[in-house]
């Protein structure tokens, strides 16, 4: 039987404070696993890049992968980018400031033994899971854009937002090719595209905590951008959705008077 590897997607701008804790972490707690660290840095000013080749001196350049880029190209395009260069059966995405805690990384992989599925992504609202550092008012906005997608999209997922996950890499391959957003709506269509297309989605509960380091990268331009993706994920799924069951109603319509039901 093939063993399995882990290809982790770490995208990074301005993580030069934390990505040097986030890859000892990885390390320390997967001690027996086959894994490597893809980290997508989008130019960053403060010197990512320079830690990230200390890094690379330390545990060697097979397991710490730097795929730069010029300039930032959106959290959507850096997943396709580290996508292209994992060589892993799975792929895992996570953030590289702290908030997404490498200890959670053995409990998603057992989960994905033990079910088959998929795809296991982290989730904040079931039994065992929260948030750590936010203000009420971030909680209250986080946990109201959650509740209207699950509203509007109903996507099997107790966490829409979230953005810790892993992958079967086919499975993330197949759902990327059909998304088309590029900030921190991709997440949210992933998961809801992949639940369209029928596959097994396991969850396993985390604590997600604020950075420590840094200036969080959610604005008031992120909260739009979330909100169109939710407008356009409405249309793209659930109206094609009802459209498709209407269309399949009206065929069935003629068979059903034939034989007397209508």
């Known amino acids: 039987m093939e063993k399995n590897k882990y290809s982790i997607i770490v995208p990074t701008y301005n993580e030069r404070l934390n990505i040097a804790l986030l890859v000892y972490l990885i390390f320390k707690h997967l001690r027996d696993v086959d894994f490597e660290i893809i980290i997508v840095d989008d130019g960053s000013p403060d010197g990512t890049q320079q830690v990230v080749e200390q890094l690379q001196q330390l545990y060697g350049e097979d397991r710490i992968l730097l795929r730069a880029r010029a300039k930032k190209l959106g959290l959507g395009t850096a997943y396709i980018h580290g996508l292209k260069h994992a060589s892993g059966n799975f792929v ?10 490498p200890k959670y990384l053995p409990s998603f992989i057992k989960k994905q033994l033990e079910t088959g599925a998929s795809i296991v992504t982290g989730t904040r609202y079931v039994k065992g899971g929260g948030v750590h550092g936010w203000n009420l008012m ?8 959650n509740v209207l997608a699950q509203t509007l999209l109903w996507p099997g997922v107790s966490d829409l937002t979230g953005s810790f996950r892993l992958y079967r890499k086919s499975v993330l391959e197949d759902i990327i090719s059909s998304c088309v957003s590029k900030g921190y709506v991709f997440q949210m269509e992933m998961i809801v595209r992949a639940s369209r297309k029928g596959y097994h989605i396991e969850e396993v509960p985390i604590s997600f905590v604020d950075r420590v380091y840094g200036i969080s990268k959610l604005g008031g331009s992120e909260i739009v951008e979330y909100l169109k993706g939710l407008a356009y994920l409405l249309v793209t799924t659930q109206l094609f959705h009802f459209t498709k069951l209407f269309m399949n109603c009206r065929k069935k319509l003629p068979e059903l008077s034939m034989v007397g039901i209508l």
């Open 92 to 101: 895992v995405i996570m953030d590289a400031d702290l908030s997404h805690h």
């Open 138 to 145: 971030r909680k209250l906005t986080s946990r109201g854009a």
